[in-house]
């Protein structure tokens, strides 16, 4: 199993990290060279760079109240999220594997609809496993 994992290409897990202005301010967002890549594709999706892509995400985060002062949130926790659940919906068939078709031009509740209600549909065989544990006598 380990080997799987071990065996990645070292520059995926190297750190980078970029610049950019977000509301106004200058700051720095450190991620991991994997998650980059994953930005730089979902970018390309809709014709944004990738700072473009994460000041976007960024301002409509703010503007849905996910971005409070005092709730410990951690926008690159956020990103490296969104990229998670990005590649998940991906597998899921939930967003085309085609990366020639935009994300703007998906349906947000259709793609949405796959994951179930408190719980991350990106876990599918840990989900059943535990359904299954927690249905046996």
Same mark, same amino acid.
């Given at each position: 199993?380990? !080997?799987?994992?071990?065996?990645? %290409? *070292? %520059?995926?897990?190297?750190? $980078?990290?970029?610049?950019?202005?977000?509301?106004?301010?200058?700051?720095?967002?450190?991620?991991?060279?994997?998650?980059?890549?994953?930005?730089?594709?979902? /970018?390309?999706?809709?014709?944004?760079?990738?700072?473009?892509?994460?000041?976007?995400?960024?301002?409509?985060?703010?503007?849905?109240?996910?971005?409070?002062?005092?709730?410990?949130?951690?926008?690159?926790?956020?990103? $490296?999220?969104?990229? /998670? $659940?990005?590649?998940?919906?991906?597998?899921?068939?939930?967003? *085309?594997?085609?990366?020639?078709? *935009?994300? $703007?031009?998906?349906?947000?509740?259709?793609?949405?609809?796959?994951? !179930?209600? /408190?719980?991350?549909?990106?876990?599918?065989? !840990?989900?059943?496993?535990?359904?299954?544990?927690?249905?046996? *006598?």
């Amino acid at each position: 199993m380990c !080997k799987i994992f071990i065996s990645a %290409d *070292p %520059d995926l897990y190297r750190c $980078r990290s970029r610049s950019l202005r977000l509301s106004g301010v200058v700051t720095s967002i450190r991620l991991e060279n994997l998650f980059w890549q994953v930005l730089e594709e979902i /970018g390309e999706r809709d014709s944004l760079s990738v700072a473009q892509l994460i000041t976007r995400l960024y301002d409509e985060l703010a503007e849905a109240g996910g971005l409070g002062d005092n709730d410990g949130t951690n926008f690159s926790s956020f990103l $490296r999220v969104s990229c /998670g $659940r990005y590649l998940a919906l991906q597998v899921a068939g939930r967003i *085309p594997a085609d990366t020639e078709v *935009p994300i $703007r031009s998906l349906d947000a509740d259709w793609v949405l609809a796959g994951e !179930k209600s /408190g719980r991350s549909s990106s876990f599918p065989a !840990k989900t059943r496993r535990m359904e299954m544990a927690h249905a046996a *006598p």
